[in-house]
């Protein structure tokens, strides 16, 4: 089992900053592949990023790339998600998510933390 709790949400003004960790723990491998995704009142949950844990090769949504970024720290087993030049339509639920290889689908997901970006 992989359990996975995230941090950092909050409520922040347009143009701020913020970063989301993702604290991973259990029996996780190298090749496992960990995402972040959102959800926003009334939409669909949508794909953020992922980071892949072994070679840290990263991949974004269009509407985050230059603004968002992922990362992981191997020693800690956190992955964060640094969040710049917030719009209002960042505000979501963010989640954590993982997955045991490229080709599975996302199995283990964190509880979620809110975002607010203010106008």
């Known amino acids: 089992q992989v359990q996975l709790v995230e941090s950092g949400g909050g409520l922040v003004q347009v143009g701020d900053s913020l970063r989301l960790s993702c604290a991973v723990s259990g029996r996780t491998f190298g090749n496992y592949v960990m995402g972040w995704f959102r959800q926003a009142p009334g939409k669909e949950r949508e794909f953020v990023a992922h980071?892949?844990?072994?070679?840290?090769?990263?991949y974004y949504t269009d509407s985050v790339k230059g603004r968002f970024t992922i990362s992981r720290d191997n020693a800690k087993n956190t992955v964060y998600l640094q969040m710049n030049s917030l719009k209002p339509e960042d505000t979501a639920v963010y989640y954590c998510?993982?997955?045991?290889?490229?080709?599975?689908?996302?199995?283990?997901w964190g509880q979620g933390t809110q975002v607010t970006v203010s106008s």
């Open positions: 980071i892949k844990w072994d070679v840290g090769s990263t």
């Open positions: 998510a993982a997955k045991t290889g490229v080709y599975f689908q996302y199995n283990y």
